[in-house]
């Protein structure tokens, strides 16, 4: 198995413990850090509007919260035919990791790869 289907695998794995009770959309993502640890996230969602949060967001924080810093690749599954990252999960991949890779899959193993840069063109940046 190549390093990105164990990636996936890895998402495919997160998302089954998503907590998505109001979208019935369970997502779920895996960071590989360039240190070879991977971090994985899946969507949790609230009852309070504004308060549920992405998969790729958990995955990261969880990451960052480690005191990880540098990025590779990141997996994300969801029920589309190629699952992709929201805006907001772009800006928040964008600081830590303008370079990753990201492996937009489907729970059958089958994705697509894009640049971040190309997925959030112009990003925001305070420079
Ligand atoms: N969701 C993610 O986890 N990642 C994305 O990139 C897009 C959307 C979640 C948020 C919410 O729990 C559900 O999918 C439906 O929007």
Redesign the pocket.
């Given at each position: 198995m190549s390093e990105i289907e164990m990636l996936i695998q890895k998402a495919v794995k997160a998302r089954k413990n998503?907590y998505?009770p109001?979208?019935n959309?369970?997502?779920g993502?895996a960071l590989l850090g360039s240190d070879g640890n991977t971090y994985t996230g899946?969507?949790?969602?609230n009852g309070v509007n504004g308060l549920?949060?992405?998969?790729?967001r958990v995955a990261l924080f969880k990451a960052i919260s480690e005191g990880k810093r540098d990025f590779k690749r990141l997996a994300?599954v969801?029920e589309d035919e190629y699952?992709?990252?929201?805006g907001a999960?772009r800006q928040a991949l964008m600081e830590h990791a303008p370079d990753l890779e990201i492996i937009m899959a489907n729970p059958e193993g089958k994705y697509k790869t894009v640049d971040l840069k190309s997925l959030l063109p112009h990003a925001f940046n305070l420079d």
């Open positions: 998503s998505s109001y979208s959309y369970p997502v993502a899946t969507n949790v969602e549920s949060i992405c998969a790729e994300v969801c699952c992709k990252p929201c999960c």
